[in-house]
């Protein structure tokens, strides 16, 4: 199957490309001609149904170009102050492309840390989510700027799989300089095969991989390993493909490693909320939110009755029924104290209770899972 293929049944994708496909290595300046076909694939996704996220490597290799750096290892506050300039000229380049296309894109620039803060993690999704339902295209990098060692990714590969598992992606596409995973590096052994599905991530496919070849990228198939693991586990299938063949993200007849995801996006986001997380408070339900929840509504303030515990914006609660049953977990949209303010109330009366006009839901259905039907659809998900 090729890459259409796998994307045919795709709701929500996120495409990752590398430095090594974005900058030419001798001049470090943008390969126009490439982003410019590369948008127009990411186009016509998007009039196919598709809503995409793109994480983009590319802003140091710029800057550094224009601050006239040395070629060679920056050190970090050259790479950070290459960073700064690289991403103003990348950002415009995007919304230049973007726009033939009557496309809007929005620049988003993340850290580890936004990733594992639930707070952080919980802003960042909504950002994400509201830019989707709003027809732009978020465009990801690492915040290199004030990113140090201690806080990155490292690489845009584990990057971009940590925004599929944000957004609940169907499929992760990484862009490479090479077709897929083979099971010995191509550009040193003469009989490597290529490899073109994984089903199951085991320590002889993690040993096939090794890191980066080229002098312009960080990753290499290793990160993409470890992309592939981080991504499948959260319900996203993950394509590795060259991008240096015409119109990578339609080119059927180019070949790709497919990794199958282990379950679905919804299965696994249930899964995490619901048996992951330490809960850090509960919130009490009258019979009518019990009854909304049931049928995959949100959770409103009016149907909270009680507030136990202190917990902060994100942080994983248990929902319980007035009999004491535990009936779901997931994110809550406010801080304990602010939650009990709300406790009863009504959606237009939320602004004048707590002083700001916050979130509609106490829980958003995105955010919560019905603990009692995991075990349900998990029967379902395996038939």
């Not at 955010?367 to 395996?382: M, V």
């Amino acid at each position: 199957m090729g890459i259409q293929d796998r994307l045919a049944t795709a709701r929500r994708v996120v495409v990752k490309v590398g430095s090594a496909l974005l900058v030419n290595s001798e001049t470090s300046s943008v390969r126009v001609e490439w982003l410019t076909n590369l948008v127009s694939g990411i186009a016509q996704l998007k009039r196919d149904g598709k809503e995409v996220v793109l994480v983009s490597s590319g802003a140091i290799a710029l800057g550094r170009r224009m601050l006239k750096l040395k070629p060679g290892a920056l050190r970090l506050d050259e790479s950070q102050a290459a960073a700064a300039v690289g991403q103003v000229k990348l950002a415009q380049t995007y919304v230049d492309a973007f726009h033939r296309h009557q496309l809007e894109a929005a620049q988003i620039l993340l850290t580890l840390e936004d990733t594992e803060d639930r707070r952080r993690y919980l802003n960042a999704r909504e950002t994400l989510q509201t830019l989707l339902k709003l027809n732009a295209v978020p465009v990801i990098n690492e915040n290199d700027t004030v990113a140090t060692g201690e806080i990155r990714f490292g690489d845009n590969d584990r990057l971009s799989a940590r925004v599929a598992s944000m957004v609940d992606a169907d499929c992760l596409v990484l862009l490479s300089d090479i077709d897929g995973l083979y099971t010995a590096n191509p550009q040193r052994d003469a009989n490597a095969r290529h490899i073109p599905e994984v089903r199951a991530i085991t320590p002889e496919i993690e040993a096939m991989a090794e890191g980066p070849v080229s002098g312009v990228s960080k990753g290499g198939m290793e990160s993409k390993i470890v992309a592939a693991k981080i991504a499948t586990s959260a319900g996203a299938g993950v394509i590795i493909a060259s991008g240096y063949v015409a119109d990578p993200l339609s080119n059927n007849a180019a070949k790709i490693t497919y990794f199958a995801p282990s379950l679905s996006p919804t299965l696994a986001r249930k899964r995490w909320l619901g048996g992951s997380l330490k809960a850090k408070g509960e919130l009490i339900i009258d019979s009518g939110a019990e009854r909304a929840l049931r049928s995959g509504k949100s959770l409103l303030p009016a149907g909270v009755t009680r507030i136990d515990g202190r917990f902060e914006r994100g942080d994983a609660v248990i929902i319980k029924s007035e009999l004491g049953r535990e009936l779901a977990r997931g994110l809550v949209g406010y801080n304990s104290d602010e939650a009990r303010l709300l406790a009863g109330k009504r959606t237009a009366d939320i602004e004048v209770a707590i002083g700001y006009r916050g979130s509609d839901e106490m829980i958003h259905r995105d955010d919560l899972a019905i603990t009692e039907s995991l075990s349900a659809d998990a029967e379902n998900e395996s038939q």
